[in-house]
């Protein structure tokens, strides 16, 4: 089975900083990768997310993650955080699954906090 | 509807009572998935239906845990004889099949208070 880790729990930056959150993930086949945002009181939305090709993907808002299969990384970057980036990440993957499921493997999540 | 649905948004409830949450996926997704969201535990995964069909019901953690889907669209959880433990926001998400794509796209959730 996969499984995802996130090494940030919780992260502050001042804004204008650069952000960097790190996803490992376990698994030994094909995966698809995604990163999720919360912000507060919002449901999860989808922020970036891989499959195949460049594995330099872009995202919405000014995010953009790389894909490092022999590292089996997928860390989301933000050159320039803005307090409305304020929210908690999360790294998931989906692999294929004898049921077709694909279901999501989460990681624990990250909080990002702004500060103005 | 434009989204996924869920209700009720809230939910308090005493130990040892029945619970159900509702989930309306988004139209024509005919791949819905439950999930739940705990401070201990984060996000996992429950349960995953195909149409009507659940082929894949790993994730429920006891029998007092049950789930449904009629007509291929909407849902429902059911906790049996709660426990407090069963506290959390349960999330519902609905994905198309048609598309190669394996995005899901996530309800508001419904908050659980077991007391």
């Known amino acids: 089975a996969q499984s995802v880790s996130q090494h940030n729990h919780h992260v502050i930056l001042s804004e204008a900083a650069s952000l960097e959150l790190g996803c490992n993930y376990s698994?030994?086949?094909?995966?698809?990768l995604f990163w999720y945002v919360q912000y507060p009181g919002q449901h999860l939305q989808l922020l970036l997310k891989?499959?195949?090709?460049?594995?330099l993907v872009k995202g919405i808002k000014g995010f953009e993650a790389e894909f490092i299969k022999s590292k089996f990384s997928f860390n989301l970057r933000k050159p320039s955080v803005q307090w409305s980036d304020t929210a908690e990440y999360f790294c998931a993957v989906t692999a294929y699954s004898g049921a077709g499921s694909y279901q999501l493997t989460f990681g624990k999540g990250t909080k990002l906090s702004v500060i103005p | 509807g434009a989204g996924v649905s869920q209700s009720p948004s809230n939910k308090v409830t005493e130990k040892g009572k029945d619970v159900e949450l509702r989930c309306d996926p988004i139209?024509?997704?005919?791949?819905l998935y439950w999930y739940r969201q705990s401070l201990g535990q984060g996000l996992e995964f429950l349960i995953y239906f195909q149409g009507n069909s659940a082929p894949d019901k790993s994730g429920l953690p006891s029998d007092r845990f049950s789930a449904e889907r009629t007509g291929g669209s909407v849902s429902t959880l059911t906790i049996q004889r709660t426990q407090q433990e069963d506290s959390a926001v349960y999330l519902c998400a609905s994905r198309t099949t048609v598309s190669s794509y394996n995005e899901q796209f996530f309800g508001p959730g419904t908050r659980l208070t077991v007391l």
């Open positions: 891989y499959f195949s090709g460049d594995p």
């Open positions: 698994y030994g086949g094909t995966v698809n």
């Open positions: 139209s024509g997704h005919t791949a």
